[in-house]
């Protein structure tokens, strides 16, 4: 599928945009000694109505979150 799938494709690409500002979110937090948002807060407001029901999203989000915390700065 990753060679079948066209660059132009990427362009508009909103659900890679959101993961991007989710997860710099998460680091941002953890690098300031904060608690990152937990979902839906972690959503950005204009792609919550689209991810609500997108629970494997919010697990995995969930867990890279968690797994990120656990991480030290060398």
């Avoid at 066209?6 to 500002?21: M, Q, R, S, Y």
């Avoid at 991810?51 to 969930?62: A, C, D, E, S």
Wanted: charged share 20%; net charge positive.
């Amino acid at each position: 599928m990753l060679f079948g799938y066209p660059i132009a494709a990427t362009a508009e690409n909103w659900l890679h945009e959101c993961l991007c500002e989710m997860l710099t979110a998460i680091h941002a937090s953890l690098d300031a000694g904060q608690i990152p948002a937990t979902w839906p807060d972690i959503v950005p407001s204009a792609y919550r109505a689209r991810l609500k029901g997108h629970t494997g999203l919010r697990n995995r989000l969930n867990k890279y979150r968690a797994a990120a915390a656990k991480l030290t700065v060398v």
